[in-house]
């Protein structure tokens, strides 16, 4: 009975599928609206050279990055590619300390570093970034690790 259970699972599906689409369509499309509006923003609004302005763009240059790498461990993790997981696992992990260090750098910038339309960033507003981040965090990575389909799926 567990050997036919185990076969129903196997494949790429449920949330394993929700990650696949988030990680290889979602997360880019969101990562390209995102970067060519701070584009546009940045344009549209251009003064010379101001520190602010540089850090959202150096930001949006990350972001882009981090969409592509969330891309790549999407199309690992839908093609069943070996090590996908740990691959999954590792770019959590990634993601989980630059959230953190762009937002505590923003809280000591007094200033949003990604995003123009935020307000000056507050020690609450960080605080519940944090947190959030670290449940999300938490979440998916205890997805990956105890999840019946992932073992099923990636052995």
Excluded at 5 to 26: D, M, N
Excluded at 109 to 119: A, D, Q, R, V
């Amino acid at each position: 009975m567990d050997s036919l259970y185990a076969r129903q699972l196997k494949g790429v599906g449920g949330w394993l599928l929700f990650i696949c689409i988030s990680g290889t369509i979602l997360a880019p499309a969101a990562s390209v609206f995102y970067v060519s509006a701070l584009l546009t923003h940045v344009v549209e609004n251009w003064d010379g050279f101001q520190f602010g302005v540089s850090l959202r763009l150096l930001g949006g240059i990350a972001n882009l990055g981090s969409a592509a790498y969330s891309a790549y461990v999407g199309a690992a993790l839908w093609t069943i590619k070996p090590n996908a997981v740990r691959t999954a696992k590792v770019f959590l992990i990634v993601v989980l300390i630059c959230t953190s260090i762009m937002d505590l750098a923003a809280l000591a910038l007094g200033e949003s570093i990604l995003y123009w339309w935020e307000p000056t960033p507050t020690v609450g507003t960080t605080v519940l970034h944090l947190v959030g981040n670290a449940i999300s965090f938490a979440v998916w990575f205890s997805y990956f690790s105890t999840s019946k389909r992932v073992k099923a799926t990636y052995g």
